[in-house]
């Protein structure tokens, strides 16, 4: 698993728990610590399995529940995949979309989408007043492609 590209986010983190009325427990931080390491979306079972190496006593449940904290704080975002299952990446600033692997599942970060003149066509046909969207493209990383997965 590769290494989280901004190692203070357990401690940012942290201190945004804190300041949203939650305590950090130890189960908590094996989720955080694994999401924050992670490159790539975990399903709840993947985080699951990582974070009891780090806290054998973590609870499946437990780790729904950490999950659910951390997005509805803003830490983690949720990415729908295809087969209709969640998994969740850390959440970076800005507003960014998500490119990921269908083969190996690695996600990146984008931005820089010119999405006003769709959006736009959008809410002139339906009458919908768009306030939020966000972006996914399923594909093959480079490393995937030049090994032929997929």
């Known amino acids: 698993m590769a290494l989280n590209p901004h190692p203070d986010i357990e401690a940012e983190w942290q201190e945004l728990l804190s300041r949203n009325g939650y305590r ?9 610590e694994v999401i924050a390491e992670s490159s790539r979306a975990l399903s709840p079972m993947e985080v699951y399995d990582e974070a009891r190496e780090r806290y054998p006593r973590l609870g499946l449940v437990t780790v729904y529940r950490s999950l659910e904290k951390l997005e509805e704080i803003g830490l983690v975002q949720r990415v729908h995949q295809p087969d209709a299952c ?8 800005g507003h960014q979309h998500l490119l990921i692997c269908q083969s ?15 959006i736009s066509a959008v809410e002139r046909e339906t009458g919908f007043d768009v306030r939020a969207h966000w972006l996914q493209l399923f594909g093959l990383c480079d490393e995937c492609r030049r090994a032929g997965a997929g």
């Open 104 to 118: 190996c599942g690695q996600t990146r970060y984008f931005s820089g989408d010119n999405l006003e003149p769709l």
């Open 24 to 32: 950090l427990t130890r189960p908590l931080a094996a989720v955080i």
């Open 86 to 93: 969640s998994s969740y990446i850390a959440m970076r600033s």
